[in-house]
């Protein structure tokens, strides 16, 4: 500064004042002068006062540990203590600030005493640079790095960079992830990462690819086999990209790479079932007409079971369509598989192939957009077996009917003059009695019983013969009804024993023919009844119990018992374990169709011989 003479002087106090009253307040920066031991702020700037959303009037009424964020205050305390004591003769640090509105300010505060050292500190001022937008972009950028990071995990994607000049290599940390090594341990250099796939033939196929690819300034891509730390064959695959300088020089080569072993693990496997299957398999481009309704297939691929099972060559069908293999082709199979490649729904059938003369079951699906897949068997033995079946069922069901229809005539047609032979026994024991030797009468006697066992085993044939049919519609009958009338017409017999009855209360419902359930119980008690044996305190228990989804009915005794051995004999026509036992050995077969005709089964539970015996059975539709 100069006087009017143009000599040089110093400026006077009020001169210093107003300069630093300019600067304070036109700086961009944000300025404050601060009472050192107190905090409060005596002249502020415009700008720092802006940064916080405050007018310079109330910025003046406020501490700088008001606004300062309160787990950055105690460094900033720590600083001012260290500054008052003469330990430090200024400090610099980035700290939160809190906005007029409650918001997060980011500041780079710089301080500096504004007393001379040995004097008695005073003030200091504080300098602030409003920071904000940089922390935001620094932390937008950390998390999109901490996103791309990820990403590449998850997708187990890297990327890399070679410096074509340098040799120097970069990995992206999922690159050493891929090849499972150890940024500490290994290095990539050319030399270290073609070491990893010892496979000459790969390296010169890489080699011409990537030399393709920079003559051509294009994006190139390969794919490469790499061998684990652990001997283990892994598959990459790469896409890369040459950086070039203004005058087309090549600098770099950057990329990506992608660890695709499970992708190739997991072709190698479809490829192995592909052949190995044996179901046959077949691969079908859709053709459309005009109006885009699938009308044909072209074969694309098949497996060697097509070829097995169809006896069509793979060669023969390539590109062929499936009306030219096979012209005798239904159009309802064709339109099956169209709604399949429309709607994109699987659909499964049996159908016969006129030219092949074969039975197959299909089930079609679509793999892929326009494409259609094809999974078949060969069940033309099964078929025929079916067929055999059938016709061997409809045979066997014939023949018994006439067996039946034979059985009813002959036990019908042997009743008449089995009454006859009745009747003249009856008239030539009358005209007798009193008359002749004592043993004709007695040969009348064993005539006559003849007569009547002949006449009950007439009777069983003939009941047996309409067992093959149901004689009421089905209903709905209580099971303690059926008992209650089962006990009532063998009341007799239950007397002269006598025999204790135990029924099971709460006896569930049957459903079916109300006569042939009611002879199932009836027969079943007789026979306990009949095989009770010398049994002291005779008892017959019946019942119900559930096993699993079905409800098992039961006839208990403690009877004789049957052996193991035994115990399916019992159910066969005319078979008696005691051959002097009464009836004709009818009845438990009669029970068996009559279990069977409803759908069900029966068995015995016996422990063996003098252990009692359990006769069960189970028909469907029990409630």
């Not at 940089?134 to 998390?143: G, M, P, Y």
């Not at 096979?326 to 994109?344: K, Q, R, W, Y």
């Not at 004689?471 to 009532?488: K, Q, R």
């Not at 011989?609 to 006769?615: L, V």
Request: glycine content about 8%; some cysteine; proline content about 5%.
């Amino acid at each position: 500064m100069t006087d009017g003479s143009g000599t040089r002087r110093q400026p006077t106090s009020e001169e210093r004042e107003g300069v630093f009253r300019a600067v304070f307040a036109q700086t961009a920066v944000g300025v404050a002068q601060v009472i050192s031991r107190t905090g409060a702020f005596v002249r502020i700037n415009r700008r720092y006062a802006e940064i916080l959303g405050y007018t310079v009037a109330e910025m003046e009424n406020l501490t700088f540990q008001a606004i300062t964020h309160a787990e950055d205050l105690e460094e900033d305390l720590a600083n001012m203590r260290r500054l008052l004591a003469g330990e430090i003769h200024e400090f610099a640090l980035e700290e939160r600030y809190y906005h007029k509105n409650g918001s997060i300010v980011w500041v780079n505060l710089t301080v500096s005493p504004m007393w001379a050292i040995g004097e008695e500190p005073d003030y200091h001022l504080a300098i602030v640079e409003d920071i904000t937008l940089r922390k935001q972009t620094e932390r937008a950028l950390r998390e999109s790095e901490g996103k791309l990071r990820e990403a590449q995990r998850m997708a187990r994607l890297g990327n890399w960079y070679w410096d074509v000049s340098s040799g120097n290599v970069e990995w992206s940390e999922e690159v050493y992830r891929i090849f499972q090594l150890d940024p500490k341990e290994f290095t990539p250099q050319i030399d270290s990462i073609q070491a990893l796939s010892p496979w000459p033939e790969d390296h010169e196929r890489d080699k011409e690819l990537i030399q393709r690819a920079l003559a051509s300034r294009e994006q190139g891509s390969h794919e490469q086999r790499f061998l684990g730390p652990d001997g283990s064959i892994g598959y990459c695959f790469s896409i890369f990209q040459g950086v070039y300088d203004d005058d087309g020089d090549l600098l770099a080569i950057k990329g990506t790479v992608q660890d695709v072993t499970e992708h190739r693990r997991a072709e190698q496997n479809y490829q192995t079932l592909f052949s190995e299957m044996l179901n046959g398999f077949a691969l079908h481009e859709v053709i459309r007409d005009e109006q885009g309704r699938p009308v044909d297939f072209r074969y694309l691929a098949v497996n060697p079971a097509f070829e097995r099972l169809t006896g069509l060559k793979a060669k023969d069908v390539a590109e062929k369509t499936m009306l030219e293999m096979m012209p005798g082709t239904e159009n309802s199979f064709i339109d099956t598989l169209g709604h399949v490649a429309l709607s994109g729904e699987p659909a499964s059938l049996d159908r016969y192939v006129p030219p092949l003369d074969r039975y197959y079951t299909v089930t079609a699906f679509q793999p892929a957009p326009n494409q259609l897949a094809v999974i078949f068997d060969d069940i033309t033995d099964r078929k025929r077996a079916e067929r055999q079946r059938e016709e061997l069922i409809a045979r066997l069901e014939a023949q018994n009917a006439e067996l039946e229809r034979f059985t009813y005539t002959v036990s019908h047609d042997l009743k008449s003059p089995l009454i006859t032979i009745k009747g003249y026994i009856g008239l030539l024991s009358e005209a007798l009695e009193g008359v002749g030797p004592e043993s004709v009468h007695g040969d009348l006697e064993r005539i006559s019983s003849a007569a009547d066992k002949m006449g009950m085993l007439l009777e069983d044939l003939l009941e047996l013969s309409r067992i093959g049919r149901l004689i009421n519609p089905p209903e709905d009958v209580p099971v303690a009804a059926l008992v209650d009338d089962a006990l009532t017409l063998l009341r007799g017999r239950l007397e002269e024993m006598p025999v204790e009855i135990a029924v099971e209360p709460d006896l569930p419902v049957l459903r079916g023919d109300r006569t042939r359930l009611l002879e199932i119980f009836q027969n079943l008690i007789d026979n306990s009844v009949k095989y009770m044996g010398p049994q002291p305190k005779p008892r017959i228990e019946i019942g119900a119990r559930r096993d699993g989804n079905e409800t098992v009915y039961y006839v208990r005794d403690n009877g004789i018992g049957i052996e193991p051995r035994f115990q399916e004999k019992v159910f066969g026509l005319f078979d008696q374990l005691d051959p002097k036992a009464e009836g004709t050995g009818i009845g438990l077969a009669l029970v068996k169709r009559i279990v069977e005709i409803h759908g069900g089964r029966i068995w015995i539970e016996s422990e063996g011989k003098g252990r009692g015996s359990t006769f069960c059975f189970v028909i469907p539709n029990s409630k």
